[in-house]
């Protein structure tokens, strides 16, 4: 069995952000060189997610505004967690959109539904982010 790790680096230019990472997924796929196996992906940090989904702007502005009402970011006191943060809101966010994803992968490639894509979700962003790939099979 083979086993590929690669590390990608996200930054956003904003607190919250949804970032279509398939292109780069596809990549690391091809780098591997595996054919038959599976693919996982999870962000290395508890206030940013990895989760499949439409990449379509109007699914993307419903997540924002339900993970606002679910989690308000603001008022920052309204939680235990902000004393030295501000970002209990981005931990709870996260919680809820998940940790990672796992892909099957067919003949070389991502062995995806109909329109399913790969997004990086940062909650509490503007700054260096990393996303794991990790690919075994052969
Ligand atoms: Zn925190």
Redesign the pocket.
């Known amino acids: 069995m083979k086993s590929f790790r690669k590390e990608l680096h996200v930054h956003t230019k904003t607190r919250r952000g949804m970032v279509n990472i398939t292109p780069q997924i596809n990549a690391a796929l091809t780098e591997s060189g595996i054919r038959e196996g599976l693919c996982l992906v999870n962000a290395m940090h508890i206030?940013a997610s990895v989760f499949i989904n439409d990449d379509e702007s109007g699914l993307h502005r419903d997540f924002e505004r339900w993970l606002e009402k679910l989690a308000p970011e603001k008022p920052h006191n309204q939680y235990n967690?902000n004393g030295y943060?501000d970002?209990?809101d981005a931990?709870l966010k996260r919680t809820v959109m998940g940790r990672e994803v796992v892909v099957a992968v067919t003949n070389g490639q991502l062995d995806f539904g109909t329109w399913e894509q790969i997004f990086y979700g940062e909650f509490d962003g503007m700054r260096d982010k990393r996303v794991l790939v990790k690919i075994v099979g052969e």
Do not use: G, P, V
């Open positions: 206030t967690h943060e970002n209990a931990h």
